[in-house]
């Protein structure tokens, strides 16, 4: 390899770019708008479940003490009408109405009507939820005790009082934009050099297409890597196992190279570039949005490469996760990579002769 | 300053052979050119030339046949002989964003040159106090002009110029034309594929016409002219009532002299020229086609 023409390779990539106004905009821009966002959203997740209740004031008496219960706070109201307001406007989960003789028809062994007001996009759990609660209230009124005995048993690390921040589980998303953008970037840059003519001057020169291909590379890699990590940093991604973050993002940013070739092979100029872009970057953002919504996808989001560098980067700056918990994760990402690279070579070579 | 030669030609083609598909680009080409010797390429526009230059170039390799540039095979050695080629392409292929210097530096870097000028150059083809200004503001000339200038960054000994005036303003044109004649000087071989015939004629020792992707002609100008062309005198005679008429003679022949004698005792000569056939005139003799195709 011929490192005098590598490093002027690079230098010419880098001073295209930022000549590129959009991409030099995009580029600090982004990285400005991703740090405002994380350190704008709230950096604690609200644990308490808010339920609003109508109860005559028999039943009341007898639901006093669970009103301190941790982690459950009860809003109680004087009417159905006021029940209602509260559920509307969100202000708790949702709303249970007593009917005033419940109590003694209870005793009686009558059958009440007990009113549950959800809003009108509240999940299924919750109303299931609110029907228990109800039923064991009534029994608690009934004076008929559940002769039961709980044992709680948490499976991975107990999570109670110190759920992970949604900003925290946006960093795999704010990483994968980095990653794209960029991407974007280096892919219009080859497409246009390609397109234009210029990179056949290049290979008529001393140099061979393997140096060009790492040119490439390293451009890509000093456009993505120190601002994915500046990120992490500003982000306090880095916290814990900083080391281990950066070689997911190192790997993240290779699978970005590669793209940004087989986008390069059929591009020829920005716009087209951006077409191709677009569905690919939604496409790679998939895995991150697992991240910040547990259980949206099944499975085959594992497909998808980025899914491996999302995953890592949230388990290991947000759990503290070590090498035993995500070296799996970094060897499928590095050997996808491997094929992604073979093809986006094998792609974009054909068009450089 | 001149270059030592070494012996054997600068360039030589033995059966070079290229296809796209079913249609064969460049068909069993051979040819030789010497050191300090301009070639030129002649043929209307998809004969075959670009491909041959980039076979010759190393851009391509042949599917059949050798180029030795040189003494090195080119497919052997592409980085070894590239190292000492220029190569100007038909299409303007700079980095338009960049400023003329900073192209001319990073090509300057890649050849692993460090004691080029590159204001020098600029100042060899009319650019300079234009090498801080982007190309892309550049008119077509001027960008012509400066990729002519970044052929030359490595002082290369052999000068591949595809096509290199086409299009051009005079002033461009005539600019590149001095360059090329400069260069020839100097000892550099150039290889200079055109289809504007009087440039060719004016530039180049030898011309190939190439057609259909075969060479149909090899020789000098002036040879050209002497075995294809017809020599002529043409005058302009008074005809009845006063009217302009032409008349044409042809020379090098038994009856020149009596005809000649007989058109200034019978007519009264307006004006009389001798004419010589143009390279184009000879091309659509030997290939039954125009070169502007």
């Known amino acids: 390899m011929n490192r005098t023409a590598i490093t002027a390779l690079i230098a010419k990539d880098l001073r295209l770019f930022f000549r590129n106004r959009f991409f030099a905009f995009v580029t600090v821009l982004g990285l400005v708008f991703y740090v405002i966002v994380y350190w704008a959203m709230p950096a604690s997740v609200d644990e308490t479940l808010r339920l609003g209740m109508r109860v005559p004031p028999p039943l009341r008496a007898l639901l006093a003490e669970d009103e301190e219960v941790e982690g459950v706070q009860l809003q109680f109201v004087a009417s159905d009408e006021e029940l209602q307001q509260y559920v509307v406007n969100g202000d708790v989960l949702g709303g249970i109405a007593f009917p005033d003789d419940a109590l003694e028809r209870l005793r009686a062994g009558e059958t009440p009507t007990v009113t549950i007001y959800l809003a009108s996009d509240a999940e299924p759990e919750v109303r299931e939820m609110l029907v228990v609660l109800v039923e064991a209230l009534a029994l608690t009124a009934s004076g008929v005790?559940?002769?039961?005995?709980?044992?709680?048993?948490?499976?991975?690390?107990?999570?109670?009082?110190?759920?992970?921040?949604?900003?925290?589980?946006?960093?795999?998303?704010?990483?994968?934009?980095?990653?794209?953008?960029?991407?974007?970037?280096?892919?219009?840059?080859?497409a246009e050099e390609v397109h234009s003519g210029a990179v056949r001057a290049l290979l008529v020169t001393r140099l061979r297409v393997s140096t060009l291909f790492a040119a490439k590379t390293l451009t890509g890699i000093v456009l993505i890597l120190p601002q994915a990590a500046l990120l992490m940093l500003l982000t306090g991604g880095l916290s814990r196992r900083p080391l281990l973050v950066l070689i997911a993002l190192f790997l993240g940013a290779l699978t970005a190279i590669a793209t940004s070739f087989l986008m390069a092979s059929v591009g020829r100029d920005m716009l087209s570039v951006m077409g191709i872009g677009i569905p690919t970057f939604i496409l790679l953002a998939l895995p991150t949005f697992g991240v910040l919504f547990p259980g949206a996808f099944t499975g085959w989001v594992r497909l998808i490469p980025s899914y491996y560098m999302a995953e890592t980067v949230h388990r290991v700056a947000n759990f503290g996760a070590g090498w035993g918990e995500v070296w799996a994760n970094l060897a499928i990402l590095a050997g996808i990579n491997a094929l992604l690279f073979i093809l986006g070579i094998a792609a974009l070579r054909r068009r450089l002769v | 300053m001149t270059l030592t030669h070494t012996p054997g030609p600068a360039i030589a083609a033995e059966h070079l052979t290229y296809r796209y598909g079913e249609l064969t680009a460049v068909d069993d080409i051979s040819f030789t050119v010497a050191e300090g010797e301009v070639l030129g390429f002649l043929g209307p526009n998809g004969a075959g030339k670009t491909t041959t230059v980039k076979m010759l170039t190393g851009q391509t390799p042949p599917h059949s046949g050798r180029a030795t540039l040189l003494g090195a095979d080119v497919a052997r050695d592409p980085a070894g002989v590239q190292a000492r080629i220029g190569v100007c392409f038909e299409i303007t292929n700079?980095?338009?964003?960049?400023?003329?210097?900073?192209?001319?530096?990073?090509?300057?870097?890649?050849?692993?040159?460090?004691?080029?000028?590159?204001?020098?150059?600029?100042?060899?083809?009319?650019?300079?106090?234009?090498?801080?200004?982007?190309?892309?503001?550049?008119?077509?000339?001027?960008?012509?002009?400066?990729?002519?200038a970044r052929a030359l960054v490595n002082r290369p000994r052999i000068l591949f110029l595809d096509e290199p005036t086409e299009g051009l303003d005079p002033v461009s044109a005539e600019a590149i034309r001095t360059l090329v004649q400069e260069e020839r000087e100097r000892g550099v071989t150039v290889f200079l594929t055109t289809h504007d015939m009087l440039e060719a004629d004016r530039l180049c020792d030898r011309v190939a016409f190439i057609n259909r992707g075969r060479i149909a002609a090899l020789d000098t100008p002036h040879n050209l002219k002497q075995r294809y062309g017809q020599r002529l005198v043409r005058a302009q005679v008074e005809g009845p009532e006063g009217r302009l008429e032409s008349r044409e003679i042809t020379l090098d022949t038994a009856a020149t002299a009596a005809e000649l004698q007989a058109l200034f005792s019978s007519e009264r000569v307006v004006t009389i020229h001798s004419e010589e056939a143009s390279l184009e005139d000879i091309f659509i003799h030997i290939t039954g086609r125009g070169l502007v195709v």
Do not use: C, W
């Open chain 1, 145 to 190: 005790p559940l002769d039961v005995r709980v044992h709680e048993e948490i499976l991975g690390p107990d999570l109670a009082g110190s759920q992970v921040p949604s900003r925290d589980r946006m960093l795999p998303l704010l990483a994968v934009m980095v990653l794209m953008v960029e991407t974007l970037g280096l892919a219009s840059l080859i």
């Open chain 2, 94 to 148: 700079l980095y338009e964003q960049m400023t003329a210097l900073e192209n001319l530096r990073l090509f300057a870097r890649l050849f692993g040159m460090r004691d080029v000028d590159p204001e020098a150059l600029l100042r060899r083809v009319g650019l300079d106090g234009r090498g801080s200004d982007r190309v892309a503001g550049y008119s077509k000339g001027m960008k012509q002009r400066l990729m002519v």
